[in-house]
């Protein structure tokens, strides 16, 4: 009973320090300060659990040549301003968000193919990871995971190139469309 009562206590004086940093207002929310480390921690974790609780476990792991190139097109239009790329310097915008968006080419191995879909049809609170679901259908979702699974295994050079050819293609649209 004596555990039970120092529980008790412990978990409302907890709660009560919570409840007064909030109130109170002394974490401070700017962008330009970075979170502390143990709120670091407690939002990644509660990520990360997040994903995995609701992500399933569609195990698509094959793509064509085609679908990577459809979501390079996809990545390089949407994701790049704020995950970068190899041989890219981060963008302005991506340098004033906190959290900071992660460099995909450094982090993606972390989650499943499935726990990416989940992230970019779904986006992620309080992070800027805006929600592709609402205006993207499942297989250009996939296509995008098609070229984030491609994306650690590109050179700076492979991706500039990836870069000419769909300039060379747009511009070839755009002559086709002005005949």
């Excluded at 412990?10 to 207002?25: E, K, N, Q, T, Y």
């Excluded at 190139?69 to 963008?91: N, Q, W």
């Excluded at 968006?101 to 972390?110: D, F, G, I, Q, V």
């Excluded at 205006?135 to 500039?160: G, M, Y």
Aim: glycine fraction near 6%; proline fraction near 4%; aromatic fraction near 10%.
């Amino acid at each position: 009973m004596k555990f039970l009562a120092g529980f008790v206590t412990a978990f409302i004086v907890i709660a009560l320090g919570v409840f007064l940093v909030i109130v109170s207002g002394v974490y401070n929310v700017a962008a330009t300060t970075p979170h502390t480390a143990l709120a670091r921690v407690i939002l990644n974790w509660t990520m990360r659990n997040s994903v995995r609780a609701r992500a399933g476990t569609e195990l698509r792991e094959t793509w064509s040549e085609d679908q990577v190139e459809k979501g390079f097109k996809d990545y390089d239009d949407m994701c790049i301003i704020c995950h970068s790329a190899p041989g890219k310097e981060r963008s302005y915008v991506s340098k004033g968000l906190r959290p900071e968006p992660p460099n995909l080419a450094e982090t993606s191995e972390r989650w499943s193919s499935a726990e990416l879909f989940w992230i970019i049809k779904n986006g992620v609170k309080m992070t800027a990871m805006p929600a592709f679901g609402l205006t993207h259908q499942d297989e250009q979702i996939w296509n995008i995971v098609a070229f984030v699974r491609r994306l650690p295994r590109l050179s700076a050079e492979q991706f500039k190139a990836m870069e000419r050819e769909i300039r060379k293609s747009s511009e070839n649209d755009q002559d086709h469309h002005h005949q």
